[in-house]
């Protein structure tokens, strides 16, 4: 059964795949309004939200998650009937050193705007699965890791996290999940690769190859480099979750790949020849790559198999990761003041 989003509530939107998603949605909907909720900690900027398509259709509200005030005003005063949530810490390295954000925010928040959407939309409007949706944001990382020669996660693949960053994502799909199950509320989850694009935060892996070789400094890459990431590029990532909230069975997951399994070594390859080309140095970029430390746990491969959702909702991924990198680097060429880490 469609669903039509009308006004539409993006927690966590001044972040990377928030704020690509905004911008699509602004593109791609004329009629959609939107509300974009977001703490704006080290992982969202306002920046990310300048020069947005349709701006008198985008309201931005500086607030927490975990606010259950907050979150029942702005679902009532603009009648809300879509909350799309990404607000989450996702940053694993961080969630290692500090876990105590992750479990606040990817578990208490979920809950809160959880409960918010059960009050307002089943409690009070009396709503159904045709005038509302929650549409919750995860990852891969909440089924663990893979051998070489293991298959790809499914969505049936058993949870196995191995960091407090993916523990905390799979309890807010248990959440999720529990609030159909016992109370009704209309959901669908995505867990999805990861993403790579515009607006991403300079801590992530492709941002800071890209800063090292355009500041000359070492490269560095975890353990040996060998470690297996499928990659999705950001404006893939913005049309599957519109697919899944349109048209997505209700209480059903989707895994969203790109069919695009890379070592870490290989990436930092191809962006240094690229920019070889691009912004030549008097030597090579690769010879910057740096191997260091590993970090504790982590996670070897990662890779999705998207057919259910090809084969559903007939959707895949526009673009190769050949594609998809050069792109983004020659966005980060013309916006090198994303590439800052403060």
């Not at 407090?164 to 609030?179: E, F, I, N, Q, T």
Request: some cysteine; hydrophobic content about 35%; charged content about 20%.
């Amino acid at each position: 059964m469609s669903f039509s989003p009308k006004n539409v509530l993006v927690t966590g939107g001044a972040g990377f795949i928030g704020s690509n998603y905004i911008r699509y949605l602004l593109t791609s909907d004329e009629t959609v309004n939107i509300v974009n909720v977001d703490n704006l900690s080290f992982a969202g900027s306002l920046k990310n939200l300048e020069n947005l398509p349709a701006p008198e259709r985008h309201r931005f509200v500086e607030g927490d998650i975990c606010d259950s005030a907050l979150m029942l005003s702005l679902l009532k005063e603009h009648d809300i009937n879509n909350i799309v949530h990404f607000a989450a810490e996702s940053h694993v390295d961080r969630s290692i050193t500090g876990p105590a954000a992750f479990i606040q925010s990817n578990l208490i928040g979920t809950f809160t705007v959880l409960e918010a959407a059960r009050q307002v939309w089943l409690n009070e409007k009396g709503w159904g699965e045709t005038q509302c949706r929650f549409h919750h944001i995860s990852t891969d990382e909440v089924y663990g890791t893979l051998s070489a020669d293991e298959p790809a996660f499914t969505e049936t693949t058993p949870y196995a996290p191995n960091s407090p960053y993916s523990a905390s994502k799979a309890g807010s799909d248990h959440l999720v999940r529990s609030y159909l199950h016992t109370y009704g509320l209309p959901v669908t989850t995505s867990n999805c690769s990861n993403n790579y694009g515009a607006y991403q935060h300079g801590e992530k892996f492709i941002p800071t190859v890209i800063r090292a070789c355009l500041n000359h400094d070492s490269i560095p890459v975890y353990g040996d480099g060998t470690n297996i990431r499928d990659w999705l590029y950001v404006d893939d990532h913005c049309t599957a979750i519109d697919k899944v909230v349109r048209q997505g069975k209700i209480g059903e997951t989707y895994n969203v790949g790109g069919n695009n399994e890379w070592a870490n070594n290989d990436i930092a390859k191809i962006i240094c020849t690229l920019l070889d080309a691009k912004s030549p140095w008097d030597k090579p970029y690769e010879s910057l790559i740096t191997f260091v430390t590993d970090r504790p746990g982590h996670d070897w491969r990662y890779a999705i198999n998207g057919e259910k959702l090809k084969n559903e909702l007939t959707w895949s991924p526009s673009l190769q990761f050949e594609q998809g990198i050069e792109k983004t680097v020659d966005w980060y060429l013309a916006n090198q003041n994303y590439l800052r880490v403060i």
